[in-house]
């Protein structure tokens, strides 16, 4: 998404401009990286499956995205899709938060697993086990609820603005967190722009993006995703609340394309083993992090010009929230998490001033009608192996590689 950025540990780029990464078929054949034919991408493929997650890292070789299955005895490989990439012109509002706002390098979801396991993580600092979306949650509690069990606890406001409730809502993958209060903490997102425009946002405020449109993962045109930031970065900059807010965007998972960096060890959060399915394996349990994903912290208060290369996991933002409001730790592995302070400038804080006083210049989002157009005719020619570049260029009229912009 962003290691075309030219800043952070991104792709290391040849005398041509142009990425240096590759991984290899189980023949030995090479497939080196490329820019994605256009801003659509195929469906279901990549995977990030816990098998497929975990074949990819290989032994901390990073060198089986490609030739992995989607899952345990499929026929159906990653393959090159696993070495696409966008740039700049691709996400400009994603870039355009990235190159003036703080971005972590470091970042790793969760678990080298799927959508369910890292939202768990997000909310409880465990997946109690889950390892896959399609295992049952309704009888796998946290010990401890999920974080806003704890924010109801002690009386601190949150709302989780949705496009569609429940189906649309990571709380109720964790029943538990369902609670009396539901009707009025679960808001259709339209709500989320009026309360931002009235400055009635809550102390928390949980924002998921429709996960079939909107989120950016596979097969959906990610331009979308782009613009959907776009209107909320847009809501929190100019609400009253602009000089009291920080917006944390981050993503679950992987998707399952490629990353250079290894994913370290991880603390275990509690001693629950994984719940693995028929021809899988535990490998290490929970005691490795998985893949990276990008984060952009926006706040009148972030550093400037910065990359924070401290290790986070999703329980980084539970740590945050547990010293932002004095809330006890969900597992271990929160309690022991980074917590994010260093992406802050504590001292322009204290001085009460800020260092984006205003939210500065954010390039409008990439969802033009010419990149539109490929969520109809669909996501383009994906490069055969051994290859640099897809054949030929599909980017609805677009100028070709902006290779030298040093971008993603």
């Not at 078929?25 to 497929?52: D, E, K, V």
């Not at 190159?99 to 997000?122: E, G, H, V």
Request: overall charge negative.
């Amino acid at each position: 998404m962003i290691g075309m950025l030219g800043r952070g540990d991104g792709y290391t780029l040849g005398p041509d401009g142009k990425p240096t990464a590759s991984n290899p078929y189980a023949n030995g054949t090479i497939q080196h990286a490329f820019r994605m034919p256009n801003t659509c991408q195929l469906q279901s493929q990549p995977s990030q499956t816990w098998f497929a997650s975990h074949n990819s890292f290989n032994n901390g070789t990073n060198d089986g995205f490609v030739s992995t299955p989607i899952n345990v005895n499929d026929s159906v490989i990653n393959g090159a899709v696993t070495m696409g990439y966008y740039i700049e012109e691709d996400l400009p509002t994603l870039y355009s938060l990235a190159k003036q706002f703080p971005i972590a390098d470091r970042w790793f979801s969760s678990a080298l697993a799927p959508t369910f396991t890292n939202r768990m993580y997000l909310l409880a600092g465990t997946s109690m086990g889950i390892t896959s979306d399609d295992q049952d949650q309704s009888k796998i509690l946290p010990p401890r609820g999920t974080i806003v069990n704890e924010l109801d606890k002690f009386n601190i406001s949150y709302k989780d603005y949705v496009s569609a409730f429940p189906s649309g809502s990571s709380l109720e993958i964790i029943p538990l967190s369902d609670n009396q209060t539901a009707a009025a903490n679960f808001k259709l997102f339209p709500e989320f722009f009026t309360d931002a425009a009235a400055g009635k946002l809550p102390r928390f405020s949980f924002l998921e993006p429709n996960y079939t449109d909107t989120s950016q993962e596979n097969p959906q045109n990610v331009v979308k995703g782009d613009a959907f930031i776009s209107d909320v970065v847009n809501a929190i900059g100019n609400s009253p609340l602009w000089l009291k807010t920080i917006f944390i965007l981050t993503y679950d998972e992987h998707g399952g394309y490629f990353d250079h960096v290894i994913p370290p060890p991880a603390l275990k959060p509690d001693n629950v083993l994984p719940l693995i399915s028929p021809g899988e394996t535990l490998y290490e349990g929970f005691q490795r992090y998985g893949f990276r994903v990008p984060t952009v912290v926006v706040s009148p208060y972030a550093k400037k010009d910065y990359v924070s290369s401290m290790v986070y996991d999703h329980t980084s933002i539970l740590a945050f929230i547990e010293k932002k409001f004095n809330l006890p730790a969900m597992t271990s592995r929160d309690a022991n998490a980074n917590d994010m302070m260093d992406f802050i400038d504590v001292e322009a804080m204290e001085r009460k001033r800020p260092t984006f006083p205003k939210m500065p210049r954010i390039a409008a989002p990439g969802n033009t009608t010419a990149a539109l157009k490929c969520s109809l005719t669909g996501p383009g020619v994906i490069p055969p192996p051994g290859t640099t570049s897809p054949p030929p260029k599909d980017h609805g009229g677009n100028s070709g590689s902006n290779d030298h912009h040093n971008h993603q």
